[in-house]
């Protein structure tokens, strides 16, 4: 049977290259080179721009030396050690530098919002409401043993439109208030150890170990209070970088210890010799006198308003208008976004008349995505200003018209999410008796939302660079002091950096701009890097 | 859907079905071999059809379907890939609805119902008729959440735990996965998945339970498993199961529906029956493999 061809049948194993590969090598070749060049493009670009945000050149070069030694050198070389035991340990080491850093932007971001935007009893009373909430869905379902996800959507919806500006009112009359720390530590420090709490409670499935971590971190949290306030560790500083950076890193330590059982994680020791490379760096270069670089990017920058002088110019009030921006964008375009996708889906007739309104409404979704950006800025003027009489260039403004330009991607992400679920689990479902509602809710929803959460995310992400809807809606060219609510005008940090390129010194053109774009790239990877941890959460569990 | 047929008379009056007259068992009549199933017959009927036809789009997929399924009992429908069998399952439970092409014709009654009429929510059928689908398509959530989907969905909360467990042991699934509960059903192995849909299947205590294929992903063992599972079954529960494998029609069944190309149902009658000695000669000729 094999041999039935009448050729030598010496060389049927191909040896004499009968079968020709060269046009898959070439192809493949050419990919990689299409890949390798925009990679370094993209890769020139932005060391391009950050030597000129740090201008590591006019640092001594004594003080690289010495970082080197204390943070480089010793870091790679545990890293190293990790990667060849080959037991993860690398990974554990990673994530647990990563945690922490990620949640110390987190929390600084809040925190940020904090001091500008959001007044401390207002959250008091959005607190006080969500409890409100939280109080009456928990006691009606003692009563009548469950609660239909739409009860629970009215009471929350209630309680935050209704409830909270109430309270607020009602809390302003008061004679006497609790004073800042105390509602900062009783918010976010009771409620993150509460949770962790609970959390190992439930991992460990051992009460008591819950309560010990609840109490750990509750104490902690507690005692970092009284840290001297000149040091700049103020109580709301501790509280909220605490709550983001330190609990969530810790519940990840005890994932990891209560994995291993036994063998000790070192991996967990990465962050302290980071942190301590870092200081004693910082130690010895103070003693020895050699002067860091003269970075354009750094604390004073990230701090301060614009200025004359590109020495004191910074980028905070864009930094926090950008940051309110897709507050605003997020929520004007996310939950649009996703129902559409989902009435699309799910809902949307695909045979009978309705069906060809449908497939219309569908083509010109996908032509929208494609509009060119300033024609939405347009639409945002003619649309919010014009038409709905808002000032122009305020938060709301600007965020909306964002949220309208990413609502096309948001939604034909969300349709591929959506279209993956396997039908079989739809079939299952309805099988089981479930309404349309109960599968979307309980089977399409859960297994679309990592896809959804990814293909959203990116969409921020473009969301945040955006600069011609800004010119176009008239958000200010730089602002001074940061917007302090969602109806002030702003300024985002593209329109900063924007602003900072038409400027006549060199200064401002090179090394500000270049501080800039490096502050928003960051702010963009950021988002990115959580869209994929997020995505591969999720991804993992099924 | 089409209800012109809603003049037709009661079907406990059993009169004018053209194959239930020569092979529906009557109260006392005796019934052909059925030591080695050793269990109890009834002639109680709960779903029945009459002059069913099925259409997707212009083709007609059934064709005058009239058929009487007995309760607690096991059915087969065997016949050749694209017949309908799929689609006569799918008609009874009204899965159907969710394919926008497929229009039916006649009528279909679950307890003495037309399951078309307008006054019936399927939903509301579908929570009394459970459904195994041929390929194991557990939920990719924890084998618990799984078994206690239909109850949540339900609205059926109450000792949920017990009736979890019930239901694991029913699927004779329990004892492997006691322990992991908490673990997700995608991470059992085919046979175990299966035993998990047919468990979510029966948490919710269903009338009848239709089985598509539900062993053809499985190797033999696991479909030895299934197979002694639904003989269990058939002591509380009406079951219909679409195979393509005819020993295991034989093995199981109490009664055989055979559907040949065209969307026929050519014969129905008790198993033993339409193996030893069938009416028609297409049935023999298929069941001996001579085509099909
Ligand atoms: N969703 C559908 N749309 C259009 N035609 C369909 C659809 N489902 C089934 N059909 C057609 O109806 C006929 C019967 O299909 P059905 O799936 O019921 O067959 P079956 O007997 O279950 O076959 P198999 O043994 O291969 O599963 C086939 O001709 C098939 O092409
Ligand atoms: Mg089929």
Redesign the pocket.
Known sequence: MATGHDGPTGDWFGNSEQISRLPGKVFAATCLAATLFGIVMVAGLLVYVTKDAIRPLTANPGWFLVFFLTLVVPSTALLAYFGRRRDGEATVALTALGIPFFGLLLGSGVLMLFIDVIGIFEWLAFVAATIVAVGVILGHRRVRGRTSFLEELLVGVVALVGLGPVTYQFISTFPTLPQAWLIYLFTFGLGGAAIAGLLVARRRNDRRAGLTAFTALFVTVTAGVFIDPSTGITPPVWVILFTFAAIPTALYAEGVVRRRQGSLPVGLFFPFVVVAGMLVGAVLVDLLGFAGPQAWLDIQFLTSANSRFPEEAGIYPALIGSILMMVVVAISSFPIGVGAALYLEEYAPSSGPLSVVVKFIEINIANLAGVPSVVYGLLGLALFVNWLDFASGIVVVGGMTVGLLILPIIIISAQEAIRAVPGSLRQASYGMGATRWQTIRRVVLPEALPGILTGSILAFGRAIGETAPLLMIGAAASVFRAPNGFFDIFSAMPRQIYTWVGQPSQEFQYGVMAAGVVTLVTVMISMNAAAILIRNKYERRS | MSNENMTTPDPNTESGSRVESQTSPRPGSEVVDSDELNRPKTSETVVSSRDLDVF??D?Q?LQGIDIEIPKKQVTAMI??????????LRCINRMNDL?D??RIEGELKFEAKNVYDSDVDPVALRRRIGMVF?SPNPFPKTIYENVAYGLKIQGKTENMDQKVEDALKSAALWDEVKDRLDESGLDLSGGQQQRLCIARAIAVDPEVILM??PASALDPVATSQVEDLISDLAEEYTVVI?T?NMQQAARISDKTAV?LTG?ELVEFDDTQKVFENPESQRVEDYITGKFG
């Open positions: 997707y789009g083709t997929a016949g050749p890939s694209g017949c309908g069998k799929s689609t006569f394919i092409s497929c041929q598509d294929e679409v393509h559907f969307g």
